[in-house]
């Protein structure tokens, strides 16, 4: 089984992206093949980063618990939607806190947006995060346009296409998993 955390990062009142998030939960514990950590950033009330985790004399607790969830994880899934064409402010925010936490580590990227792009903007941008961070991002990522329509409330795919997405992100992210998870064994 492959630990592999989820972190969502929109704040917003009504946020429909939440929906996208809980697509890929669901659809990565049905594999069987994944134990999933999820980690809605809106939880945490996180402050606009000041100093580093690792520059903190006193870090708060949910801070710790994200870095701990980031650092035990085989693998990481960033979800947003996509705002003035790119991700979120709150997701940023988040992931500027960490360091080490994302060493080698690959990173799946989910994006989605109530019109007809599916985020794609926000998705490129964050590929180039990923890297900036020393992770790896997957290049296949998983775009959802219209999330009032392509996803219930629940997160179960409302039409074929988005289900057939949705599946072959999460088989392609598995393998991604596994061939980095074999190489960090190594060493
Ligand atoms: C501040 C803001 C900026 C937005 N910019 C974009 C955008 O650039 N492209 C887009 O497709 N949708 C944009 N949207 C619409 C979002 O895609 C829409 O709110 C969608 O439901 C996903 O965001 P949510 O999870 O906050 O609901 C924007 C929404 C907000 C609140």
């Known amino acids: 089984m492959f630990k592999i955390t989820i972190l969502y990062g929109a704040i917003r009142e009504g946020r429909l992206s939440i929906r996208a998030a809980k697509a890929l939960q669901n659809a990565l514990q049905q594999s069987g093949k994944a134990t999933v950590t999820f980690i809605d950033i809106k939880d945490y009330n996180l402050p606009v980063m000041e100093a580093r985790l690792k520059d ?49 580590k690959p990173i799946g990227i989910c994006c989605g947006s109530n019109g007809k792009m599916g985020g794609v903007n926000a998705s490129n941008l964050l590929q180039l995060l990923v890297l900036a961070i020393g992770a790896y991002p997957m290049p296949y990522k998983l775009l959802v346009p219209e999330l009032h329509l392509s996803l219930d409330e629940n997160g179960v795919p409302q039409n074929e296409i988005m289900q057939k997405n949705l599946d072959r992100f999460v088989s392609e992210y598995l393998w991604f998993v596994e061939a980095i998870v074999n190489q960090r064994k190594k060493g």
């Open 56 to 104: 903190m004399e006193n870090p708060p607790v949910g801070l710790l618990e994200i870095s701990n969830a980031l650092e035990s994880a085989d693998g990481i899934v960033f979800v947003t939607p996509e705002y003035n064409n790119s991700y979120s402010g709150a997701m940023k925010n988040c992931i500027d806190y960490f360091t080490k936490e994302w060493a080698k």
